[in-house]
């Protein structure tokens, strides 16, 4: 199936369970990947519930057994860790160096990186790391972002697709025994069970967890991008990662992880947080990227909830907040339609607001939007009196 049409099957089917919220949180059942059962509560919240069960001391020795493989395999480098500089890299870097293990930190750059991005990646650096900031030709970037943002109503697809294969080609490459990410997002929202065995992060996983909208690297090969052009977004040969013994972790799988844990352990490593949130709730979460907000301002349009939904769900599921007191951030809060960041997304990729203003109801889901005296409205919405602006 191509990616057009594999989108369009995907926004046509996700309100196949019907219009639902969870009854312990705010998120609803068009969230992909996310089924709210019988009792009215979500996958993620009851995953969620079950974390007592989860025995961490052994989880924790689980992780240090690994990492003792690891020093004793290594040749060089224990581990490579994914970094963007954010807290949850931050808490990875300190947590793998409080082992004493040797690690390179591997980033992809996004070609919207913020001056306090750059500020709190030069700040991870300097707690003791090598590090490798891999930049793709911006004209590849480019023309990759425009595809994906008019085939799939996503500017993420080359990022997930750079940002997950390069630490693997490089472990493979150099035959470090060991790579760290950090939450497993297919825990905390929903797609896997946290209480069952830890996840693994191969090749094939942004495929098999359907990040990358069902498509891989040659998919996008084309008149504007060759098979030379699509090398950076390529993972590492299935014989070669084989062979290398390459080991894939979550640090999530095996350390309770909160949003707040890491955040603690970050302020008191030197991370720096924005004087606003970029979008969602919080100040300290994807500042580092001018074009991230675009990237979930669209699951707005598509599936009816925004980044704010998500992280308020967290907190709810955390006990820092009531299901009430988030329903009423969220109307206070409002759509939070990055205007800013769509101007700067669209001066990368040479395109007008009007093009973009297409391509933005080309991919509104009208099983979920419907219009109503002139505005785009959600029938059933989660709050009656919301401000129907767009």
Not at 100 to 108: D, E, F, H, K
Not at 160 to 167: D, G, K, L, R
Not at 227 to 256: C, N, T
Request: charged share 25%.
């Amino acid at each position: 199936m191509s990616t057009v049409a594999a989108t369009k099957q995907r926004l046509n089917t996700s309100k196949a369970v019907g219009w639902r919220y969870c009854a312990n949180c705010v998120l609803p059942d068009t969230r992909p990947g996310l089924r709210i059962g019988a009792d009215g509560v979500c996958e993620a919240c009851a995953n969620h519930a079950r974390r007592p069960d989860i025995d961490w001391t052994r989880r924790e020795k689980q992780l240090a057994a690994l990492f003792d493989e690891a020093q004793a395999r290594a040749t060089g480098y224990d581990v490579v860790i994914p970094v963007s500089g954010g807290k949850d890299s931050t808490w990875q870097v300190v947590t793998c160096l409080n082992y004493g293990l040797r690690v390179l930190a591997v980033t992809w750059r996004t070609p919207g990186r913020t001056p306090i991005g750059q500020d709190n990646l030069d700040n991870l650096i300097g707690l003791g790391v090598d590090h490798i900031d891999y930049t793709i030709n911006p004209r590849v970037e480019r023309a990759f972002m425009r595809a994906s943002l008019e085939r799939t109503g996503s500017t993420a697809v080359p990022m997930h697709m750079a940002m997950y294969a390069i630490p693997l080609r490089i472990a493979t490459a150099m035959r470090i025994p060991l790579v760290i990410w950090g939450e497993n997002p297919h825990q905390e929202y929903g797609r896997t069970d946290e209480t069952a065995r830890p996840d693994r992060l191969d090749p094939d996983w942004g495929r098999r967890h359907g990040i990358l909208q069902g498509s891989a690297p040659e998919d996008w090969i084309g008149s504007d991008l060759s098979r030379k052009d699509m090398e950076p977004y390529f993972g590492p040969d299935a014989e070669a990662f084989a062979a290398a013994q390459v080991d894939s972790i979550f640090l999530g799988d095996f350390l309770p992880w909160d949003p707040e844990t890491s955040l603690r352990v970050a302020d008191e490593n030197g991370f720096r947080r924005a004087e606003r949130p970029r979008v969602g709730l919080y100040d300290y979460a994807d500042i580092d990227c001018a074009f991230i907000a675009v990237h979930h301002h669209f699951k707005w349009l598509k599936f009816g909830f925004t980044r704010l939904f998500d992280n308020l769900a967290l907190e709810i599921r955390n006990g820092r907040i009531s299901r009430e007191e988030a329903i009423n951030t969220i109307r206070r809060f409002g759509d939070q339609t990055p205007h800013e960041d769509i101007d700067a997304l669209c001066a990368f990729l040479g395109m007008s607001r009007g093009e973009f203003a297409a391509i933005e109801e080309r991919f509104r889901n009208h099983e979920i939007w419907r219009r109503d005296g002139g505005a785009w409205r959600i029938p059933g919405f989660l709050i009656d009196d919301w401000n129907w602006q767009c």
